[in-house]
C-alpha cells in the first residue's frame, strides 16, 4: 500500500469536456500561477448546476469568474433571468423596508458564497459531487482510493479487518503529502498481486472490474492488440498523441515552458510576453522534421491571462475528426474479474469491516468515516464500524421501474420502518416492501415519505439524531433491501420522499460527526452556538465550504444512489434561528431578518433548491417550518427559499386544542375555517395534516386514541351507536383537512384505519419495550370500527384521484355558522358540507351555490359502510337548485344534514335560466 496526497484536483484544467456535459471548452488559459479552465454555465442565481442543449451550442466569450457571478440586483447576467432580490414582496404587496434591505444584503451575500465556492470548484455542480471523491472508491489502476476531510489531524488512515495494516506505517501524514491545503486526506489502498504472479507489463492495462462478469476475458494479449491498433488503425507517419484532444495544449506548453514548467510566480521569474517567447521558440525549432500534427499558432490579447488559441489546418482538422477513437481496441484489451480475481487480492474486499485512525494534537482518534455507505453504529455497546460497500458486479442491485411521474397532487403516506410491523422488534426493508407498500397503494395514497432512513445510534430518537448521512439505517436492512423497497414502490407508482434532517445532527463522537477529526468546529460552530440548547444535538456551520459541499453532496447522492423522489426538509425553524425557533413571536415581519436569523442557513437552503431543481427537475421539496419564514415557496430569483410545498403544522395544533379542551358541542366553526385556511396565498402550496407522527410519538396520544376513549361523554346508545358517534367527528376532521385547500395532504401510517394507540420508542423509562412501537394491521381484517374509519379513508383518497379535488382553485367559502355549526364551501364545481353538532340533524337546510343546477351526493360520512347510520335515503343523494337567493349567492340548495355528518356534493347537471 502506498499512502499520499493527490494535487487539488482544480489546479490542472485543459482544454476538454465539461465535467457535466460533452460540450468542448476551446481556449487555453494559462495563467501566471498555472492551468485553468472549464464550462461555465448560466442560471437561475448566475450559475446553472447542469448544462442545457441550446447553451452547447453557443460559443460565448470565456470572461473572468468575478465577472460572470454579477453584482446587479435586477439582471443576472447575459441569457439569464431576471433576479429582483425582493420580488415577491413586490408581487405580494409586503412593504417592509428592513425586510426589504435584508433580503437584498441576503442576495448579495449569496453571489459572494457562489464566488467563494468557485475559488475552490471549477464549476458549481461540483460542490453537490461529493460522494464521486469522497469516501472510497474503486480505482481502474488496481486500487481503491479513500479520501475524507479532517483539517485538524496530523496524520490519517485506515484500520480494518483486511490484510493486517498498521495504523501509523499504512497512513497519510503530514509532511509527507498526506493532506492538501484544505485540509483534505487522500490514502490510496492498492490491490495485491496473488503469490506467483507478476505485475503488468504496460501500465494502461486495465482490469473490468466494475462491469459484466466475463466481458473482456478473451486470451487476447496486449501486445498482439498494439500491434493490430498500428497496423489497422494508424497510418504511417502519424503521431500517436493525436488521439486525445488533452494532450495538444499540454505539448504546447511543456513546448514553450519546458517538460518541467514552473507551477509558481516565483518560479516562473520574470518572462518576455507570450508572442515573443512563442517566437524565439519557432526560430529555435526551424529544423526540426515536418510532423503529421494539425498546425497551430499564437495570438496575445495582452492581459494578464496569455490567451493561446490553437489554429489548426482546416484539411488535418476535418482528418481527424471524421475518424472513430479505436474504442474497440482498447475494450478488447481490458480483462475481466475472471482475470482480476485470479491476478489480484482486493485491496479492501466487500464487505470489511473498517474505521479511520487519526493522530491530532490532543492524542489518538477512531472514528467512522463521515461519507462512509454503511456503518453499524455500535447500539446496545458495541463498537462502531463501517462496511465497505462495493458488491461485485453480478451482485449489484440492477433497478427495473423507472421513476413514476409526478402527481398533480400529493397523497402522502407518511411511515417508519422500524414500527410498521405487527410484531414487537424492529421491522425491516424486506417486510415492509412485502406488507406494508401494497396497503399503501390500496389505501389510494400516491407518495410514500420515510422518516429515520439515514443512520442513527439512537433509535429512540426515530431517526430524527442522524449519525451517518450516506447510510440507510443498518436495522432495516442493507443499501440493496432498501433500493429494491424503493424500485417496488415506483413499479405500483409510489414516488419515495425522505424527511431529510440536515438542521442539526447527532451529538455522537465514536460514530457520529462531533469532534470529528478532534476539533470543536470540523462540522459545527463552536461555542453555545455549536449545540441545540434543548435537544442535546450540534449545529452545522452552514458558511463553511466544506460544510456546504457535504449537505449538498448528501442530497444528491439520495438521489442519484436511491432514486429518491423529494425531501421534507426537518424543522427548519431549528436552522433558522440561533434561538433554534424557541422563541415567541409576535408576528412582526422584521423578526425574519433580526440578529436571531442565520443568514448562512439561509443561503444553504437556496441553493439546496437550486441545485435539485435544476439537476432532478421532478424533484419534490417540502419545507417544515413553524415559524412560516417569509418567501418559503417563492422562487429564488425572487427573493424566496424555492421550496414547493410548505408544511402547516398549525392546523393539527388547532385541532388537537380542540380535542383536549373544549367539548365537541362548543367548538368554533369560524376558528376552525381561520386555522385551516389561514394566509390565503399560499394555499396551493400548503400541505395539510390532521396528525403526522408528532402527534402520536413519545408521550402524545395519536387523535384516534383521544377520541375513541373519551370519558366525557355519557350516553345511552348501544355500543355500536357510540362507536360511530366518537368516530364520526374523526371523519369530519380528516374531510374537511382534506379537501378546503392546499394540493398536499399527509396521513401517518396507522391513522387511516384510527390506530387506537400512541406510538412509544423503547428506551429506559419504559424498560426498552416494543409493545408500543409497532402498528396492529389486524384490527383491518374485522368488519368494524377500523375498518369502517379505513373504508372512509380510502374513498377519500380516490375522490381526488378521480375528481381531482385538491388540484381545484381556493375554496369559496361561503357559509360558516357556530350556532348550526355548520360549514360549507364550494371547490371548483364541488360542494362540501359540514355538520358538526354532536346532536342536532337538520332538514331542509338552506345553503347558497354559485351555479344552478342539480348537484348529487359522492361521498357522505353517514354511510353504514363508514359506520354511520345511513340516514341519508335515496331520492336525498340528487338534489336541484332554486332560484332564491342565499349566502350572497344567486341559487340555494335545501339539504338534509344528519348530526355529526359530511357530504360532498358534485355539479352533474347545469340550469340555465
Known amino acids: 500500500m502506498c499512502s499520499f496526497a493527490a494535487p487539488s484536483a482544480h489546479l490542472l484544467r485543459g482544454d476538454g469536456p465539461c465535467s457535466v456535459c460533452p460540450s468542448p471548452v476551446r481556449p487555453l488559459v494559462i495563467h501566471r500561477l498555472g492551468i485553468s479552465g472549464g464550462c461555465r454555465r448560466r442560471g437561475s442565481s448566475g450559475w446553472r448546476w447542469r448544462c442545457s442543449s441550446s447553451e452547447q451550442k453557443q460559443k460565448k466569450p470565456n470572461r473572468r469568474r468575478s465577472e460572470q457571478v454579477g453584482t446587479g440586483d435586477d ?52 460542490i453537490a459531487a461529493g460522494f464521486e471523491l469522497l469516501g472510497m472508491h474503486r480505482h481502474r489502476q488496481h486500487r481503491v482510493d479513500f479520501m475524507e476531510w479532517a483539517p485538524g489531524a496530523r496524520y490519517c488512515s485506515i484500520i480494518g479487518d483486511f490484510n493486517e495494516w498498521s495504523p501509523t506505517e499504512n497512513s497519510a501524514r503530514d509532511g509527507h503529502f498526506g493532506h492538501d491545503d484544505f485540509g483534505y486526506w487522500l490514502i490510496i489502498l492498492e490491490d495485491k498481486l496473488r503469490e506467483g504472479q507478476e505485475a503488468d507489463e504496460y501500465f494502461f492495462q486495465e482490469y473490468n472490474y466494475v462491469d459484466d462478469y466475463d466481458k473482456g476475458d478473451n486470451g487476447v494479449s496486449v501486445d498482439e492488440l498494439l500491434k493490430r491498433v498500428s497496423d489497422e488503425y494508424w497510418k504511417p507517419g502519424e503521431d500517436h498523441y493525436k488521439r486525445t484532444r488533452f494532450e495538444v495544449p499540454a505539448k504546447l506548453y511543456e513546448m514553450i ?54 489554429v489548426e489546418d482546416p484539411l488535418s482538422r476535418e482528418k481527424f475528426r471524421s475518424r472513430k477513437p479505436p474504442l474497440a481496441y482498447w475494450i478488447e484489451m481490458r480483462k475481466g474479474r475472471k482475470a482480476w480475481l485470479k491476478k489480484y487480492l482486493p485491496a479492501i474486499p466487500h464487505g470489511s469491516k473498517y474505521r479511520l485512525y487519526f493522530n491530532t494534537p490532543d492524542g489518538a482518534l477512531e472514528r467512522i468515516p463521515a461519507w462512509a455507505t454503511r456503518v453499524f453504529p455500535g447500539a446496545d455497546g458495541k463498537q462502531p464500524y463501517a462496511v465497505h460497500w462495493e458488491p461485485p458486479p453480478e451482485q449489484i442491485y440492477k433497478w427495473k421501474n423507472k421513476r413514476p411521474k409526478t402527481p398533480s397532487t400529493l397523497r402522502i403516506y407518511e411511515c417508519h420502518i422500524g414500527i410498521s410491523g405487527s410484531q414487537q422488534n424492529i421491522s425491516s426493508f424486506k417486510e415492509f416492501t412485502a406488507n406494508v407498500l401494497p396497503h399503501i397503494k390500496e389505501a389510494g395514497y400516491n407518495v410514500i415519505k ?24 443498518s436495522r432495516f436492512g442493507t443499501p440493496d433491501d432498501f433500493k429494491h423497497l424503493v424500485d417496488e414502490a415506483h413499479g405500483i407508482g409510489l414516488l419515495v420522499f425522505l424527511d431529510i434532517v440536515h438542521s442539526y445532527a447527532a451529538a455522537d463522537e465514536l460514530v457520529g460527526l462531533s469532534h470529528f477529526d478532534g476539533s470543536n468546529d470540523c462540522f459545527f460552530h463552536s461555542g453555545k452556538r455549536g449545540h441545540h440548547k434543548f435537544w442535546g444535538t450540534r449545529m452545522f456551520k452552514y458558511g463553511d465550504i466544506d460544510v456546504l459541499h457535504f449537505l449538498l453532496s448528501n442530497l444528491k447522492w439520495w438521489v442519484v444512489e436511491y432514486q429518491i423522489d423529494g425531501f421534507q426538509f426537518h424543522s427548519l425553524s431549528s436552522m433558522l434561528y440561533t434561538h433554534n425557533g424557541f422563541a415567541t413571536f409576535s408576528g412582526d415581519i422584521e423578526e425574519y431578518s433580526n440578529q436571531y436569523v442565520d443568514k448562512d442557513a439561509l443561503i444553504y437552503l437556496i441553493m439546496a433548491n437550486e441545485m435539485l431543481h435544476d439537476l432532478h427537475p421532478d424533484i419534490i421539496t417540502i419545507a417544515e417550518d413553524a415559524t412560516f419564514y417569509p418567501g418559503l ?61 408528532n402527534q402520536s410519538i413519545s408521550g402524545g396520544k395519536s387523535f384516534a386514541e383521544i377520541l375513541l376513549t373519551r370519558n366525557h361523554e355519557v350516553h345511552t346508545d348501544s355500543d355500536n351507536a357510540l362507536a360511530r358517534r366518537r368516530s364520526s367527528l374523526y371523519k369530519l376532521m380528516k374531510l374537511i383537512t382534506f379537501t378546503i385547500c392546499g394540493r398536499a395532504y399527509l396521513n401517518f401510517m396507522g391513522n387511516e384505519f384510527g390506530h387506537p394507540n400512541r406510538v412509544e420508542f423503547p428506551m429506559s423509562t419504559n424498560n426498552d419495550s416494543f409493545s408500543l412501537a409497532n402498528r396492529q394491521w389486524d384490527l383491518l381484517k374485522d368488519e368494524g370500527l377500523h375498518s369502517n374509519i379505513f373504508n372512509f379513508d380510502k374513498d377519500m383518497m380516490k375522490l381526488d384521484e378521480h375528481e381531482k379535488i385538491l388540484s381545484r382553485g381556493s375554496p369559496s367559502i361561503h357559509h360558516v355558522n357556530d350556532s348550526t355549526m355548520v360549514i360549507c364551501y364550494e371547490r371548483g364545481q364541488f360542494l362540501f358540507v359540514f355538520n358538526f353538532h354532536p346532536e342536532n340533524s337538520y332538514e331542509n337546510y338552506i345553503v347558497g351555490v354559485e351555479e344552478g343546477g342539480e348537484y348529487q351526493v359522492i361521498l357522505n360520512s353517514d354511510e353504514v359502510q363508514y359506520g354511520g347510520g345511513g340516514q341519508l335515503k335515496d331520492f336525498q343523494y340528487t338534489q336541484r337548485t332554486s332560484n332564491k337567493r342565499a349566502d350572497g349567492l344567486r341559487n340555494s340548495l335545501a339539504l338534509s344534514m344528519p348530526a355529526r355528518s359530511a357530504q360532498v356534493y358534485k355539479l352533474t347537471r347545469i340550469l340555465r335560466v
Open 75 to 126: 439582471v443576472e447576467g447575459a441569457g439569464g433571468p431576471t433576479v429582483d432580490p425582493v420580488g415577491f414582496l413586490k408581487r405580494m404587496r409586503i412593504s417592509n423596508k428592513v425586510f426589504a434591505q435584508f433580503l437584498r444584503e441576503r442576495y448579495k451575500a449569496l453571489k459572494d458564497r457562489k464566488a467563494e465556492i468557485l475559488t475552490r470548484f471549477a464549476e458549481l455542480p461540483e
Open 257 to 310: 515552458f519546458g517538460p518541467n514548467g514552473p507551477q509558481t510566480e516565483e518560479e516562473l521569474g520574470e518572462i518576455l510576453d507570450a508572442e515573443t517567447r512563442y517566437k524565439m521558440w519557432k526560430e529555435s525549432n526551424e529544423g526540426d522534421p515536418s510532423s503529421n500534427l494539425s498546425r497551430f499558432d499564437v495570438m496575445d490579447t495582452g492581459k494578464e491571462y496569455d490567451i493561446y488559441n490553437i
Open 450 to 473: 420515510l422518516i429515520g432512513i439515514a443512520e442513527h445510534k439512537d433509535y429512540s430518537s426515530v431517526g430524527f439524531k442522524v449519525t451517518n448521512f450516506f447510510a440507510v439505517s
Open 633 to 693: 415557496c417563492e422562487p429564488t430569483n425572487e427573493g424566496g427559499l424555492g421550496f414547493d410545498y410548505f408544511v402547516n403544522m398549525s392546523v393539527s395544533e388547532m385541532w388537537l386544542w380542540f380535542l383536549e379542551n373544549l367539548p365537541d358541542q362548543n367548538w368554533s366553526m369560524n376558528k376552525i375555517v381561520a386555522g385551516l385556511v389561514g394566509n390565503e396565498q399560499n394555499l396551493q402550496k400548503m400541505l395539510i395534516y390532521v396528525e403526522n407522527h
